[in-house]
């Protein structure tokens, strides 16, 4: 019913920037939550960024504040991510999601609809 599929990870130094796109097909209409989360091996997964349409707001993990933008194009089939000043600590895998429903948007389990992931490695 609904796709997301992730594009844009991969190898950047500590301190470069990448844009990750998450490219949205299907019945994507009335979502309340889209957002971004990570998750790097032996951890769990983490909000990083969302928009919370319901709400008309926007949420930003502590630790990519300043850093990070969450943006949707204006024809509303492509959630972004652009990351800057990256560090090894967000090396991971980043996935897309998104939800009719949820409160707040910030916790995974608020998300219904998931992209497969995109890897993010910083290298120091």
């Known amino acids: 019913q609904v796709q997301l599929v992730e594009s844009g990870g991969g190898s950047v130094q500590a301190g470069g920037s990448l844009r990750l796109s998450c490219a949205a097909s299907g019945y994507t209409y009335s979502m309340n939550c889209m957002g971004w989360f990570r998750q790097a091996p032996g951890k769990e997964r983490e909000g990083v960024a969302a928009?919370?349409?319901?709400?008309?707001?926007?949420y930003y993990a502590d630790s990519v504040k300043g850093r990070f933008t969450i943006s949707q194009d204006n024809a509303q089939t492509t959630l972004y991510l652009q990351m800057n000043v990256l560090k090894p600590e967000d090396t991971a895998m980043y996935y897309c999601?998104?939800?009719?429903?949820?409160?707040?948007?910030?916790?995974?389990?608020?998300?219904?609809?998931w992209g497969q992931g995109t890897q993010v490695t910083v290298s120091s």
């Open positions: 928009i919370y349409f319901g709400g008309g707001s926007t």
């Open positions: 999601a998104a939800d009719r429903g949820g409160s707040w948007c910030r916790n995974s389990y608020e998300y219904h609809y």
